[in-house]
């Protein structure tokens, strides 16, 4: 039987881009999950650090300034290790190569991340 994927999901969503950011936040928000948000790779690591008990999914980008989003998919994975990931991209390039990690490709519908989202907390 599947578990409701909004009620006492927090989400850590990293993104550079704050106006992406903030609304990947605010879809999420609306669906019931409790997100948190990063601007860095490095911002995004002390949360993981702080809140790895809570955190069920990372959405990250695949490209941050000094970091990539495989990098800080990994780190999440040693410390959430029942946490998810999802990383997103603008770049088709990117979402081409092989990844451990499934991946979104940018421009992505608000209903499509959502979609994404509960498939990946249902696992």
Do not use: N, W, Y
């Amino acid at each position: 039987m599947g578990r409701d994927v909004s009620s006492g999901f927090e989400i850590l969503v990293v993104d550079d881009r704050e106006e992406l950011r903030r609304l990947l936040v605010r879809v999420l928000e609306r669906e019931g999950f409790s997100v948190r948000a990063a601007a860095s790779g490095e911002e995004a690591m002390g949360v993981i650090e702080q809140k790895a008990e809570q955190l069920e999914l990372l959405i990250s980008d695949i490209l941050l300034p000094r970091m990539r989003g495989t990098t800080l998919a990994a780190h999440f994975e040693r410390c959430c290790g029942k946490g998810k990931v999802l990383l997103i991209s603008g770049s088709q390039e990117l979402c081409d190569e092989e990844h451990d990690f499934p991946v979104l490709a940018k421009p992505f519908s608000p209903a499509e991340l959502v979609r994404r989202v509960k498939l990946l907390l249902r696992d």
